[in-house]
């Protein structure tokens, strides 16, 4: 793959991640737009509540910003297995 084709799936794999992340931070606030299902019956548990949209919205950027770990330098400075590990 040469680095064009590369940086370009780095790229995109980060706007995936964080296009993933953002409505589970909106849905941590309270905001019910797009939604599966009747964001009514959604438990008012505070623990399923940050587990299941701030923990989950969290780790969607993490992952977006790993992705740019193949496409900038600084990412160079991780352990080559680390990065096959995570990617996988």
Do not use: Q, T
């Not at 964080?18 to 964001?39: E, T």
């Not at 438990?43 to 969607?60: C, H, Q």
Request: aromatic share 18%; net charge positive; glycine share 12%.
């Amino acid at each position: 793959m040469n680095v064009k084709k590369r940086n370009r799936a780095g790229y995109i794999a980060c706007i995936c991640g964080l296009l993933y992340a953002l409505p589970h931070f909106w849905w941590g606030l309270g905001v019910s737009f797009g939604f599966p299902g009747d964001f009514a019956k959604v438990p008012d548990e505070l623990l399923s509540r940050v587990i299941g949209y701030w923990f989950m919205g969290v780790m969607a950027v993490l992952s977006a910003l790993f992705s740019l770990s193949f496409v900038y330098k600084w990412g160079d400075k991780l352990p080559r297995r680390l990065k096959i590990i995570l990617g996988l």
